[in-house]
């Protein structure tokens, strides 16, 4: 009896269990794994959130992004309106485009830089936007993903706080490390 309480203690006592220490090293910890599949998720959400959250703007503001919004839908629907009016009321129609056939040439390259440059500039805004919405989500995710890639100990793998993203540099500063030691 006393044999087999020991061999039972070894194997399960002193809160281990080396039966699932060893299965752990074919196949992975589901508990674990769903823990850190609950952790991605929540610092993706996180990051989503923080993208699409907006602070609080003043009436002004929302005015004035209300009328930046107004240009694009006002051209498509006046070009719509255009060929509605051309079918409803054809001699209107043909009057207005013959006043427009009498606007000089330089005056129709200056209506296509301003709107160029008014969508050119508001698209770079934009994106200068969303990049800096993108770069500050990073950011902010940077701590939930930076426990990912460490060793057991919680230490990285080079002995430094920060996780080593090159594996083959670690190899080799493993292997300068030896070297000097010698």
Not at 44 to 50: C, D, R, T
Not at 135 to 155: F, N, T
Request: hydrophobic letters at 50%; proline letters at 7%; aromatic letters at 8%.
């Amino acid at each position: 009896m006393g044999l087999i309480a020991r061999l039972l203690d070894a194997l399960f006592g002193g809160e281990r269990n080396v039966i699932a220490e060893t299965a752990e090293v074919f196949r992975v910890n589901a508990e674990a794994e769903a823990a850190r599949g609950a952790d991605a998720q929540a610092a993706a959400l996180a990051q989503f959130a923080a993208e699409f959250a907006h602070p609080r703007r003043g009436p002004f503001d929302r005015l004035v992004d209300g009328l930046n919004r107004l240009p694009r839908p006002a051209m498509a629907l006046g070009t719509l309106a255009l060929f509605a009016a051309a079918m409803a009321a054809p001699v209107w129609f043909t009057e207005r485009m013959r006043a427009l056939s009498a606007v000089p040439e330089p005056l129709w390259w200056l209506l296509g830089a301003v709107v160029s440059f008014y969508f050119g500039a508001r698209h770079q805004a934009k994106g200068q936007e969303f990049q800096r919405a993108l770069a500050a989500g990073v950011l902010r995710a940077a701590p939930a993903v930076a426990g990912q890639g460490r060793a057991p100990s919680g230490r990285s793998e080079t002995g430094n706080d920060r996780p080593e993203p090159n594996p083959a540099l670690a190899d080799w500063r493993r292997g300068q490390e030896v070297a000097a030691t010698r």
